[in-house]
């Protein structure tokens, strides 16, 4: 992996990572799970809570998708989504959402200079992130589509702002 430029998962576990962490609110699949973890990986994300009924490692279904992630991503689970949002906001994390709403601004739009920490907060594959916890975030982004569907899966949401936000902290 050294050959290729890759750390290894103790070298990853030192490095520094974004100031950002990752909320899943009660996702269902454990493969989203582990593929956010996959993710959060790739982009360095300082680590993902996992909130109410979202699965959590060990898991067959979410090593099989995070392929070794879950041993190096940091991770903690909170027994609600607004627990969590809460005690990241006292913080001082900026709440920022993934969801469709009249106030969202498209993500090509949003910047972020990793300079102030930020919980990215995604929701439910049904639901989406719950009122109760959208209330408390400061802004939402939406992803731009332009296709018949008006939404992604999940693990593929994720990828994209968690990239966005990665490019974003590079100039």
């Known amino acids: 992996m050294h050959e290729l430029g890759r750390l290894s998962a103790e070298d990853f576990k030192q490095v520094p990572k974004l100031p950002l962490v990752v909320v899943l609110d009660n996702i269902r699949s454990m493969h989203n799970v582990g593929s956010v973890f996959r993710t959060a990986d790739a982009f360095r994300v300082a680590k993902l809570v996992l909130c109410g009924y979202t699965p959590q490692p060990p898991h067959r279904d979410i090593h099989k998708t995070a392929l070794g992630a ?3 991503v940091a991770w903690e689970y909170a027994a609600t989504t607004l627990a969590a949002a809460q005690a990241l906001q006292a913080e001082g994390y900026l709440l920022l959402a993934v969801e469709q709403t009249t106030e969202a601004v498209p993500l090509t739009s949003y910047r972020w200079d990793g300079q102030r ?3 990215l907060i995604l929701g439910n594959e049904v639901e ?5 916890v959208l209330a408390l975030c400061q802004q939402a982004v939406e992803i731009p589509q332009e296709g018949t569907k008006h939404s992604l899966n999940i693990s593929v949401a994720a990828g994209i702002v968690l990239y966005h936000l990665f490019g974003c902290t590079r100039g």
């Not at 989406?128 to 109760?132: F, H, L, M, N, T």
């Open 70 to 72: 879950t041993d190096t």
């Open 128 to 132: 989406g992130v719950s009122d109760e």
């Open 117 to 119: 920490p930020l919980a």
